[in-house]
Nanobody, 123 residues
């Protein structure tokens, strides 16, 4: 069973930075796509950044050049470094994972989810 636990959310002013972490318990014999997603009240969950088992990363256009997704060598931790944060980045951020490759930014492709961590950016 995949378990994901996010941390690192908080409140920052516009232009600031935060680094989210996701501790993952995964089957070491399986390749996973992993990613970060976000959701605000009344809106659908959206993909922010995903990384494949070979390290290939994909970003939403809205965060390109500002956010960086990464994993440690053990694949037990997933990170999202967020720079130059904007008020519109405020959301609950979720870590997600699923078996396979190339699942992309669509939340519907991922079966395992963490509980989320809140990011609030004030202007």
């Amino acid at each position: 069973e995949v378990q994901l636990v996010e941390s690192g959310g908080g409140s920052v002013q516009a232009g600031g930075s935060l680094k989210l972490s996701c501790a993952a318990s995964l089957d070491p014999w399986v390749s996973y796509s992993m990613g970060w997603f976000r959701q605000t009240p009344g809106k659908e969950r959206e993909g922010v950044a995903v990384v494949e088992s070979d390290g290939t990363a994909t970003y939403a256009d809205s965060v390109k050049g500002r956010f960086t997704i990464s994993q440690d060598n053990t694949k037990e931790h997933l990170y999202l470094e967020m720079n130059n944060l904007k008020p519109e980045d405020s959301a609950m951020y979720y870590c997600a994972a699923d078996r396979g490759w190339g699942l992309g930014l669509a939340p519907s492709e991922y079966k395992s989810w963490g509980q989320g961590t809140q990011v609030t950016v004030s202007s």
